[in-house]
Every structure is written in C-alpha cells, then in structure tokens.
C-alpha cells in the first residue's frame, strides 16, 4: 500500500541515522495537514473558507487515515457548526505525528530506538530501516522542482504543504530556498487538481501560517 502525504511528510523530516525529527514543530503542522488533504483527495473532507467538513465516513482503507478520519467526524460532530481547519491542527499536530511516525514503522520503514536524554529521561527516536521509499521520495520531488516535471496530484499538495510550513530544508537540504520557492510558489498556484482540491490546500497553508505564527510569537513572549 502506498504510502501516505503524511508519512511522506515525516519520512523528510526524521534524520535517517540518529532517527531524530528535525524541524519538529513545523513538520507537525505540515503531517496533521498532509492526513487532511489525503481525506480531502479521497472525497471523504472537505475544507471550504477555512472550515473543515466531513462529507463521507466510509472508510479509506488506510488504517492511519481512517482513524483521523473518525476523530474528526466524532470531534465534529459535538459542535454547533463546522469547526475551523486551524482549531483541528492546533487540536491534532502532535498526536498526529505520533500516529505518522508508528505507521511507518508498522511498515518496516523505520524502527523504534529508545535512548535517554542526559542517562534520564527516556526518549524514542526513528532511525531509517528501509531508505527506498524515501530516496523514491526525494528523486520524484527534485524531478518536479528542479527539472520542471509536471507533478500528480499529491505531488503537488505535498510541495503545497511542504512550501507552507516552510519546510525546504527538509525536502531540498543541498539547495537554497531562494531556488526552490519561485517553482514552488508556482506549482502550489497551478491547474493540478480540481478548484475544491486547491481550495482547500489554500486554506490549509493559511491555516499552519496563523497557528505557526501564534505559536512563533507564544514562544518568545
């Protein structure tokens, strides 16, 4: 089974030796967002002006889908109007990224470590277990961003994503961001799915600048 935007996501950003996750918190808005637009491709979401709707619960197949797939429409369904796309991602990130990063490990990906942090406190990190995915991963994104190939559809959402939370290091660590952010301003604006698709693309980036912002200025107040 292929894998999904979100475990693409987190297959960038966890450090394929030490199995740390690098740019954590703004890889955690970019996975929350990349299981959205998976739900989204699937018909099974819909996000409009910036509000996030479940239009069909049948299930998708794919174990870490489906369930965000019900929490959402459980979550939902106990307010009064559809909730804000910014109130889910605040809400999910970081459970999320928990959900992502045991997937993939389920799939043989990556494998679970346990360490101590000063010989205390224990953490777990996800060093890479099988890097073919990933170098197919980065071999399709470099062939759209660099050499100008035309993106799939999720292709596209995930550079969309990716570009949103500011992510280039991650996807492209051996080339400035000033190179990469003209074709990817381009590829997020481009005819590569229908309107409701990048619609709600839109509004998800929106979306991780507001809360990333929030959480940037929380920080250093």
Request: avoid cysteine; glycine fraction near 6%; charge should be neutral.
């Amino acid at each position: 089974m292929a894998v999904t935007l979100a475990e693409e996501i987190m297959l960038l950003s966890l450090d394929d030796v030490s199995g740390a996750a690098r740019e954590r918190q703004s890889a955690a808005w970019a996975v929350a967002g990349g299981i959205l637009l998976d739900l989204v491709l699937a018909e099974r979401v819909t996000v409009e002006e910036g509000r996030l709707r479940v239009t069909d619960g049948t299930p998708t197949e794919e174990p870490l889908l489906d369930e965000r797939l019900r929490r959402i429409a459980e979550w939902a369904g106990r307010r009064r109007r559809d909730p804000k796309v910014t109130e889910w991602l605040t809400k999910d990130q970081a459970k999320a990224v928990g959900a992502t990063t045991e997937s993939l490990r389920a799939r043989g990906l990556v494998r679970a470590e346990q360490h101590r942090v000063l010989g205390l406190f224990p953490v777990t990190r996800y060093p890479e277990a099988d890097g073919t995915t990933e170098r197919e991963l980065r071999s399709r994104l470099r062939a759209v961003v660099l050499d100008g190939a035309e993106p799939d559809a999720r292709t596209a959402g995930l550079l969309a994503l990716v570009h949103g939370a500011k992510l280039h290091r991650l996807a492209f660590p051996d080339v400035p961001r000033k190179e990469v952010a003209p074709r990817l301003d381009e590829i997020a604006a481009g005819q590569w799915a229908a309107e409701g698709v990048r619609q709600a693309v839109r509004d998800m980036q929106a979306a991780m600048v507001a809360v990333m912002t929030v959480t940037v200025l929380t920080a250093t107040t």
